[in-house]
């Protein structure tokens, strides 16, 4: 069965400094993998996905991932993290023909001045 | 006008009551998810629908029910609320093929079951 860990349940980053969110996925096939993002009060936004190809795939507001086989992750990552960035990440994997898409648990980002 | 519009934004209800959650799609999409958020658990899947006549349980189906009224609206009912199904509720639409995993979601359904 898919399944997504999402190892930190809270990260405080500093307002200018590097973030790196960590995914790890178990999945017997190629996965799709996705970062979304829910802001305070709002639906989840799809920052990225990766299907194939390009390992290291760019989503909005800066943001990136690096799909690595080996190590069965999709970590996230942004060079500079702003405040606005302040939100909880969910990493998610699915598959082509869709038969559920499996959320993480979460990572709340909160960014200190 | 949002994309994917849930109704009503936050409920507060009691036990044994019937509550229906509405969500509406502009997106033109055919498949709907309901998803449930609970703190510390993600989102898990209760039902989703490839088109009007294809409707699917999801991993949480128990005590909830859905109806596909049109392409565009996708309503999931809790026949009767307990306090275990206080929870953040989301409505998301999918496009089918290789764009069935991007999701479009709604901004949820706060429900409060007492």
């Known amino acids: 069965a898919q399944s997504v860990t999402q190892p930190d349940i809270h990260i405080t980053v500093s307002e200018g400094a590097s973030l790196e969110l960590r995914c790890n996925y178990s999945?017997?096939?190629?996965?799709?993998l996705f970062w979304y993002v829910q802001s305070p009060g709002q639906g989840l936004q799809l920052l990225l996905k990766?299907?194939?190809?390009?390992?290291l795939v760019q989503g909005i507001k800066g943001f990136e991932a690096e799909f690595k086989r080996s190590q069965s992750s999709f970590n996230l990552r942004k060079p500079s993290v702003h405040w606005s960035d302040a939100a909880e990440y969910f990493c998610a994997v699915g598959r082509i023909g869709f038969q559920k898409l499996v959320f993480g648990t979460g990572t709340r980002l909160l960014v200190s001045p | 006008d949002a994309d994917v519009t849930q109704t009503p934004r936050n409920r507060i209800t009691k036990t044994g009551k019937r509550i229906m959650l509405e969500c509406s799609q502009t997106k033109g999409h055919d498949r709907m998810y309901w998803y449930r958020q609970d703190p510390g658990l993600g989102l898990r899947l209760i039902y989703y629908s490839f088109d009007v006549k294809d409707i699917n349980k999801g991993e949480i189906s128990d005590g909830y029910s859905v109806s596909r009224q049109a392409q565009a609206k996708f309503s999931l009912s809790l026949e009767s609320a307990i306090p275990n199904q206080t929870a953040l509720y989301f409505c998301a639409t999918s496009v089918g093929g290789s764009g069935a995993n991007v999701l479009t979601f709604g901004a949820g359904s706060r429900l409060t079951v007492l």
């Open positions: 999945y017997g096939a190629t996965p799709y």
């Open positions: 990766y299907f194939s190809g390009d390992t």
